[in-house]
T-cell receptor, first 115, second 116 residues
């Protein structure tokens, strides 16, 4: 079975621009989470979606938004990009929102560089 | 809010030897889950091992085992018979029993170097 896929692999944007990152979960997984990993740090939680609804949000500004589609794929949108938004953005999928199994499975990430 | 601390930014071990990576966490919850993830230079986060807080028995997965001390809020990872392929960043992560509302909380990671 295919794992979590993300696109694009890498992109470069200019300050003030908008970006959309995409994620496809493992087949059968209904929950998708997004994380931001700044160089040298552990990932930080941005959002979790389950059955197309937002179920959790981390401490990120309103410039960050996301949505989940009927096929359970997801998009992360970031408006008015800042230099500090440069990071690896990780998508993770899980089978359910609560209860076992508890693991989240990660995709390879999208490296965003803001200049 | 929960916090996860990994006090060893970098560890080095000889191939075939054993190494232990440390992790402590802070929480007021009694039910939760702990994980170790591995992130090689390819960037993909790979789940290494999982521990449920309600289980007293330490989890084991082949050469990987944990020492879970709930009272001390400690969750260390032991890698036996280290192999060159074990070289990576290792992250300790916490997940509330309440589910995904808070996502996973990660530590800053430990860079593991394997000396041939």
């Amino acid at each position: 079975d295919a794992g979590v896929t993300q696109s694009p692999t890498h992109l470069i944007k200019t300050r003030g621009q908008h970006v959309t990152l995409r994620c496809s979960p493992i087949s059968g997984h209904k929950s998708v989470s997004w994380y931001q990993q700044v160089l040298g740090q552990g990932p930080q939680f941005i959002f979790q979606y389950y059955e197309k609804e937002e179920r959790g949000r981390g401490n990120f500004p309103d410039r960050f938004s996301a949505r989940q589609f009927p096929n359970y794929s997801s998009e992360l949108n970031v408006n008015a990009l800042l230099l500090g938004d440069s990071a690896l953005y990780l998508c993770a999928s899980s089978l359910v929102l609560q209860g076992p199994p508890y693991e989240q499975y990660f995709g390879p990430g999208t490296r965003l560089t803001v200049t | 809010a929960q916090t996860v601390t990994q006090s060893q930014p970098e560890m080095s071990v000889q191939e075939a030897e054993t190494v232990t990576l440390s992790c402590t966490y802070d929480t007021s919850e009694s039910d939760y889950y702990l994980f170790w993830y591995k992130q090689p230079p390819s960037r993909q986060m790979i789940l290494v091992i999982r521990q449920e807080a309600y289980k007293q028995q330490n989890a084991t997965e082949n050469r990987f085992s944990v020492n879970f001390q709930k009272a001390a809020k400690s969750f260390s990872l032991k890698i036996s018979d280290s192999q060159l392929g074990d070289a990576a960043m290792y992250f300790c992560a916490y997940r509330s029993e309440r589910g995904g509302a808070d996502g996973l909380t990660f530590g800053k990671g430990t860079h593991l170097i394997i000396q041939p």
